[in-house]
């Protein structure tokens, strides 16, 4: 889980586009984890990108959790 991404697009006005190839894998993670709603552009893509629309009720919820851990 990129725990430090999720933290990252919880600070941030979304929609967020990234285009750093090793964040959109990790976007891509979160998505198909059900963590975050977003589009990725196609693997190989010319212009590779993530649009970043949301963090879903699941992923706020893994958010708080590892959060509550590292207080604990």
């Given at each position: 889980m990129p725990l430090n991404l999720l933290r990252d697009i919880s600070e941030k006005v979304?929609?967020?586009t990234i285009?750093?190839?090793e964040d959109i894998e990790k976007v891509r993670s979160l998505r198909a984890s059900g963590h975050a709603a977003a589009f990725v552009s196609a693997p190989g893509s010319a212009r590779p990108y993530a649009r970043v629309l949301a963090l879903t009720p699941m992923g706020r919820e893994e958010l708080k959790?590892?959060?509550?851990?590292?207080?604990?």
């Open positions: 979304l929609p967020w285009e750093d190839l959790r590892c959060l509550a851990e590292a207080i604990a």
